[in-house]
């Protein structure tokens, strides 16, 4: 039986069931994967790399230990697609930028590691906005990817290529980082699930750093049950990783489907304003009248210092962003350009030819907020907005179970359409920067789509590490839709 013929096997779930019962083969499995990523990458550029042989001797192990009645784990044979700034032993990881071109670590990540371990077979490395700077992914150093929805779209960045591998079926399951919405705003428009967890619920260690302290690894899957099932194989304490969170790691499938009459849901008005697609704000309500209908209770709340997200954001990430990227010099790490004649214009020539326009305004812009005579005018002062953002969402739970909003203000837009204005692009994350700098989960799911077709996400935002909620509301919503 090959993979195409076997019933019920296009999930996490029923994949991992079938291989680890002997009805499949994971060869199988990842044959129909690569089948597929054969007829569309070419269209669609998800990815920066293309690991078939070593995939094939990882699929060939868990054959191997299913036929000696052995249990190759809970994600047996799922053909996964991992995000290009998750270190990869012996794969080139690039962070689609061309100052890594061809470095390949001696180590995975751990989430890589443990994804390998439960029997998960990675078929890739993801295209990405360079070193994930970017809401579209066509800040890419290789080439843009392209919506699997429509093709003239963006797929939404920086974790664009984990998107689209979903939403084209190249992939079961895929990982993305997400420092301010990268996981959420592309799964959004790509119209699939992609959820953050909580800052150290997941170990960032092996994942390249952008903004240390908003950086986050999460999971993308066709359906909430698919992403849940990613999140427990990934989640919990790493000792080599010291923002790791040593808090007990429970059963994300337990919520899954319970009831949710009964709950409170809050509906902050900060984010259904001013510059709002309607078509968007039409099908997010509809998504909220679902919830009431199971009989939730919506509560109107407030989030006020959420008008603020985006300058602070900015300010945080950027200079975050200009410290972790100081290493790349053509001496320590990157590219070396061999034109320069003293070490000022080899470090020169090395970033001018190795990063691309938009990672250097980063560094311009992070840099000049932590210069002497303006951190305390910029760094210092976002800083403390930051905790009055976070504020805003402690005295929210108070009050309610779970908090949503839509997940991007418009639906997906046009290849080039914001390329030439950085403000544009960089308000796509409006909605979504706010639970990286709380550092609290959040998740989008699909929740209707634009007269043009185009995908619609919803947002579903939960207290620290109660990702079992954002789960369990975020089910009713799919399955209520789904009806």
Known sequence: MTARQAPGIGSVAGIAAAVRSGEISARSVLQSSLERVADLEADLHCFNAITAEKAMADADAVDRLVGSGLDPGPL???????KDNLCTEGIPTTCSSRILAGWMPPYDATVVSRLRCAGAVPVGKTNLDEFAMGSSNENSGF???????????????????????????????????DTGGSIRQPAAFCGVVGLKPTYGRVSRYGLIAFASSLDHVGPFGKSVKDTALMLQQMAGREPLDSTSADVPVPNYLDQIGQPVRGLRIGVPEEYFGEGLDPEVRSAVEAGIQELAKAGCEIVPISLPYSKYAIPTYYVVATAEASSNLARYDGVRYGVRAREGKTLAEMYRRTRDAGFGAEVKRRIMLGTYVLSAGYYDAYYLKAQRVRRLLASDFDRAFTKVDAIVTPTTPTPAFKLGEKMDDPLAMYLADIFTVTANLAGIPGMSIPCGKSREGL?????????????????????????AMAG
Not at 76 to 82: D, R, S, W, Y
Not at 461 to 466: A, I, N, Q, R, V
Request: glycine fraction near 14%; charge should be positive; proline fraction near 9%.
């Open 76 to 82: 047996a044979g799922v053909p996964v697609a991992l």
């Open 455 to 479: 995908p619609i996400g919803m947002q579903i935002l939960g207290k620290h590490f109660d990702e079992p909620m954002v789960l369990r509301v975020g089910h009713a919503v799919e399955h």
């Open 143 to 177: 080439h843009p990817v392209h919506n699997p929805r429509d093709r003239s779209r963006v797929p939404g960045g920086s974790s664009g290529g984990s998107a689209a591998v979903i939403a084209a079926g190249t992939a079961v399951a895929s990982i993305g980082s």
